[in-house]
């Protein structure tokens, strides 16, 4: 089942996060470090990968009808040249929104760009050539777009969004999160929201995905 393989996938993706966060503790900063506008709150587990695959994160208005868009620059921009990715986030959005947005984006490159593990090459590899891409330094052709409306009816979209959930709220966390309440109700799912930064819905979704609601 897709949901057994995205959910198989986050969690090879958490065991690597503490596996090797220890590569990047040196900074005292690191969300600074991972070029991340002050107005972005990463979790950890984000901040990462941000880091990880040299993703630059910049903020525009994108309308609207886009909550965020994926790039491959390939090191050529010329603004950021170690970035292999940049995601543009709509500078609208909430703390929240932007959180589950970047895990939906990093989703996309961890799905649909087949990059698996490989802990004695690189730690991450691409495993087909199809996946090859030519570098966009001008940001011209993003290879996925997070659209708010139409979008959300695409499979990649849709195993992306979940992808982000799973990420950002771990399995056995979420259960034991939940259970520390009884009934759930809006303000318990808010409180839910604001300890892992998600959007209130997520947490219902994520539920949902796991059974429990």
């Known amino acids: 089942m897709v949901a057994n393989r995205i959910e198989k996938r986050a969690e090879e993706v958490g065991n690597f996060f503490e596996r090797y ?3 990047f503790s040196n900074s005292s900063d690191d969300q600074n470090e991972a070029s991340v506008p002050p107005s972005v709150d990463l979790s950890p587990v984000l901040a990462f990968f941000v880091r990880f695959f040299n993703i630059e994160i910049l903020e525009e208005d994108l309308g609207g009808d886009i909550n965020a868009q994926i790039f491959y620059v390939g090191g050529f921009h010329p603004k950021f040249p170690d970035a292999q990715f940049v995601i543009i986030l709509d500078k609208r959005l909430t703390l929240a929104q ?13 799905l649909h760009l087949f990059y698996e593990m490989n802990g004695t090459e ?13 570098p966009d ?3 011209k052709n993003a290879i996925f777009s997070d659209m708010s409306s139409l979008a959300i009816f695409m499979g990649e979209e849709l195993e992306a969004d979940s992808f982000s959930r799973a990420i950002l709220m771990p399995k056995r966390e979420y ?18 929201a604001e300890r892992f930064n998600v959007p ?7 539920g949902r995905e796991l059974g429990v609601l």
């Open 98 to 110: 932007k959180n589950s947005s970047i895990g939906h984006e990093i989703g996309h490159i961890l």
């Open 200 to 206: 209130q819905r997520h947490v219902m979704e994520r």
């Open 122 to 134: 690189g730690i991450w590899r691409k495993i087909a050539e199809k996946t090859v891409l030519k």
């Open 21 to 23: 966060k220890r590569l």
């Open 175 to 192: 259960l034991d999160s939940i259970a520390q309440y009884g009934r759930l109700r809006d303000k318990e799912y808010q409180a839910l």
């Open 137 to 139: 330094p001008e940001l």
